[in-house]
């Protein structure tokens, strides 16, 4: 009888250690105040296809392949807000590089695709990742980017993004959770989402580490197209180091073509790996000392993109997109609330003589025989104001009223000149009932317009 109760007792108490065992809750939290430098090397694949509208409802479609590698020191900053506002962080990029192929997706076998790669200068980039709800916003307090670099560092699977897959409270082994709304659209990069949601668990934990599974799905538009995004992927925690380690996230995108870009069905594979840094001079440059003069809230000028091409440079906000660039033009859109609400061509002009430009008269000849029909008048043709008696660049604008496809519109040319003779053309295009709203944004390009020497150049 003894023994029987013996033998009771000892299954009595195993039965409530496991229980104990069952029910801890450990967390997984990496606060806003830990200033501690990482090293972060993330790897990207993507596969797929682009669409681009071909007219008469048809597409093209192009076979897609891309692999980038990125390396970069990044600390957290004190956060700007509430929400995707509390994710913020400095980042010193080491290395960021991307090579894509893309290919007629009818095309022969055999056939050579085209091939592009995309790197960041051979300097050190300061940048900082600020967190918003349609995913981190990325920009240089230091060196404005180009639209092209802003491209290569916005990824899936952005290192800041993820850690609002962490839990809020304390989780057990078996435990799901889903993440906040703002969090599935910032790491979906949803501009306008509808709906979506992002489940967690934690699939298991020792007293070193923990591993977590995420899936889920958004709905919504970018750039006024329709996209549907699917995330799944895990992320390992280091609960000593109280670090996400490594993540690998799937995610795959399908979006209709729109005003501003291609149509996409790509998926994208990222793996992540993140560590302390060692205290090796690069690390030091994120400092608190260092980073004690980022505004919490960027100066719009650092939002600003740079562009530059056929020797000039200019600079232009976030809501203008580049659309489309060959040897002789560069197409920008002008994008508000989804919607297409202007468009810039920029292209090289022939080189007058030293100290001369293409005559005024001449200018809008050109411009009349360019719109042919579309023409009603010459508005307005003006030489636009130097900025400084230091400016002695050549600006001249010519307002012209007229109607495209049954549309009223008013175009905007601008004949640039340096005193070398180098020139450039403006072609701004906006329907004329939008006037009052498009408030002369035109002149900020060609205010900010610099004709750049050859040796002052950069890629």
């Not at 897959?165 to 990069?189: F, H, N």
């Not at 997109?321 to 033009?329: A, R």
């Not at 468009?343 to 030293?354: C, H, L, M, T, Y």
């Amino acid at each position: 009888m003894r023994l029987n109760w013996l033998g009771c007792l000892i299954l009595t108490t195993t039965w409530c250690d496991v229980s104990v065992f069952a029910i801890e809750k450990i967390e997984l939290a990496e606060l806003e105040t830990d200033t501690r430098v990482r090293l972060v090397r993330s790897h990207v694949q993507v596969s797929g296809q682009l669409q681009t509208a071909a007219g008469g409802g048809k597409k093209i479609s192009l076979k897609l392949s891309a692999d980038a590698q990125y390396r970069f020191f990044e600390r957290r900053l004190t956060g700007a807000g509430r929400d995707a506002e509390t994710l913020r962080s400095a980042r010193l990029y080491r290395f960021a590089n991307n090579e894509a192929e893309v290919a007629p997706a009818d095309a022969p076998a055999g056939a050579a695709p085209k091939k592009s790669t995309l790197q960041l200068p051979e300097t050190r980039h300061l940048v900082v990742a600020h967190g918003r709800r349609e995913g981190a916003m990325l920009y240089s307090p230091t060196a404005t980017l180009t639209y092209d670099q802003l491209d290569l560092i916005s990824t899936p699977g952005d290192s800041l993004s993820l850690l609002s897959l962490l839990p809020r409270e304390e989780t057990a082994t078996g435990d799901s959770w889903k993440t906040e709304t703002w969090a599935v659209q910032m790491l979906c990069g949803i501009e306008a989402m509808t709906k979506g949601e992002i489940t967690c668990k934690l699939e298991e934990a020792d007293a070193n580490t923990a591993r977590v599974t995420f899936a889920g799905s958004a709905d919504g538009a970018t750039l006024g197209a329709p996209t549907t995004v699917q995330l799944t992927g895990e992320f390992t925690f280091d609960r000593s180091a109280k670090l996400m380690t490594r993540a690998r996230v799937k995610q795959t995108e399908i979006r209709a073509i729109g005003a501003a870009k291609p149509g996409l069905e790509v998926t994208a594979n990222v793996t992540l790996e993140r560590s302390l840094a060692d205290e090796s001079s690069e690390a030091k440059l994120l400092s608190n000392a260092a980073v004690a003069e980022l505004p919490v809230e960027p100066a719009v000028e650092m939002q600003f993109l740079r562009f530059e091409s056929w020797g000039t440079r200019f600079y232009h906000d976030r809501d203008w997109h580049q659309f489309h660039q060959t040897n002789d033009v560069a197409v920008l859109r002008l994008m508000e609330h989804g919607s297409l609400f202007a468009q810039v061509n920029v292209s090289p002009i022939p080189a007058a003589a030293s100290g001369s430009h293409t005559s005024e008269e001449q200018f809008q000849t050109d411009i009349r025989r360019s719109l042919g029909k579309k023409l009603k008048s010459i508005a307005k043709a003006e030489q636009l104001k130097p900025r400084n008696a230091n400016d002695r660049r050549f600006l001249f604008r010519v307002t012209v009223d007229g109607e495209a496809d049954g549309v009223p519109m008013t175009w905007f040319y601008h004949l640039c000149a340096a005193p070398t003779g180098q020139q450039v053309s403006f072609v701004f295009a906006v329907e004329t009932k939008n006037l009052e709203k498009f408030n002369n944004r035109d002149l900020n390009f060609v205010r900010l317009l610099e004709f750049i020497p050859a040796r002052q150049a950069t890629k």
